[in-house]
């Protein structure tokens, strides 16, 4: 059964790639494939579709839809919506059942990829509004689950922010705006060290949105902890590492050509003195008043 599955799954990728070639011998003609080698494609991936439910792994099924709900975009946009839909509630469930936490596989911590955010990449990429009205309830559901909780998951919610820019770092060559928007709703969450590293990222493609974006930052976590407020150190000067002692660190990819900026320099340094001001004149009320905006 599953030989035949693959069977056909080959089949698609070689009628995919040949559809439109010409055989040895004959001239190049340009224009698109027959209506009937589209239609054969177009079947074999609704083939591949319905035999996703046979598999056994969540993730590799999701990963299978993705790609067919992908090519079928094209053609059939509604029954690509359809298998997106599959897709999503498919990571919904495996999420549920698995959630996001790092698990321990010998001496090493394995990260847990959340599903979700992967099937969101991938309809950014046909339909921007969509994946952000998912990303936007599924943001809001996990507020509502935190509030129902007695303690505050910092962990969870460090993860959160490192999800959305994952996120946005995939969005960049294809969809900047998009790309955008989930960068600044990470901004509600903890600062974590892929903050800079988008930041860079994109200013490699627009040095303006990039220091919009960390113009953004440092207002969101002026009163956040100063572990997590570092995290801006970095970029306004072109360095490859933050100052201080980091829950994580790492050496950061400054672009070539890469000019530090005064003007940011003098934000940072001006909300960083206020902060120790702060500290000085109340130092109970600092660190208790530590938050994200």
């Known amino acids: 059964m599953r030989s035949d599955f693959f069977k056909s799954t080959l089949s698609l990728?070689?009628?995919l790639a040949f559809a439109g070639m010409p055989s040895l011998g004959q001239a190049r003609k340009e224009g698109p494939p027959s209506?009937?080698?589209?239609?054969?494609?177009?079947?074999l991936i609704r083939q591949q579709v319905d035999g996703t439910r046979l598999f056994d792994d969540m993730v590799k099924r999701i990963a299978v839809l993705i790609r067919a709900a992908d090519l079928l975009w094209p053609n059939q946009e509604n029954r690509a919506r359809a298998v997106f839909n599959e897709a999503y509630d498919l990571a919904q469930q495996n999420y549920k059942e698995k959630g996001d936490r790092p698990r321990r596989e010998g001496n090493l911590i394995v990260e847990v990829p959340d599903q979700r955010y992967t099937v969101i990449s991938a309809i950014a990429r046909r339909d921007a509004g969509w994946s952000r009205k998912l990303s936007d309830?599924?943001?809001?559901?996990?507020?509502?689950?935190?509030?129902?909780?007695t303690t505050k998951d910092a962990e969870q919610d460090a993860?959160?922010?490192?999800?959305?820019?994952?996120?946005?770092?995939?969005?960049?060559?294809?969809?900047?705006?998009?790309?955008?928007?989930?960068?600044?709703?990470?901004?509600?969450?903890?600062?974590?060290?892929?903050?800079?590293?988008f930041l860079?990222?994109?200013?490699?493609?627009?040095?303006?949105?990039?220091?919009?974006?960390?113009q953004e930052a440092l207002t969101a976590y002026a009163g956040a902890p100063?572990?997590?407020?570092?995290?801006?150190?970095?970029?306004?000067?072109?360095?490859?590492?933050?100052?201080?002692?980091?829950?994580?660190?790492?050496s950061y990819a400054v672009p070539k050509?890469?000019?530090?900026?005064?003007?940011?320099?003098?934000?940072?340094?001006?909300?960083?003195?206020?902060?120790?001001?702060?500290v000085i004149e109340s130092p109970g009320e600092a660190s208790s008043e530590d938050h994200y905006s």
Request: hydrophobic residues 40%; contains cysteine; proline residues 5%.
């Open 13 to 15: 990728c070689l009628t």
């Open 35 to 43: 209506s009937c080698q589209r239609d054969s494609a177009l079947d």
């Open 137 to 149: 309830q599924m943001l809001q559901d996990e507020i509502k689950e935190a509030e129902d909780k």
């Open 159 to 197: 993860r959160t922010a490192e999800k959305l820019l994952g996120t946005a770092n995939s969005l960049l060559s294809s969809d900047q705006s998009a790309a955008l928007n989930f960068a600044k709703s990470s901004l509600h969450y903890p600062a974590t060290l892929l903050l800079p590293i």
């Open 200 to 214: 860079y990222k994109l200013a490699e493609v627009n040095r303006g949105a990039a220091d919009g974006i960390y």
């Open 226 to 250: 100063l572990e997590r407020f570092l995290y801006l150190s970095s970029y306004p000067f072109g360095n490859d590492h933050d100052v201080g002692e980091m829950p994580m660190w790492t």
């Open 257 to 278: 050509n890469f000019a530090p900026s005064p003007g940011l320099q003098r934000l940072f340094l001006q909300t960083l003195l206020r902060r120790a001001q702060q």
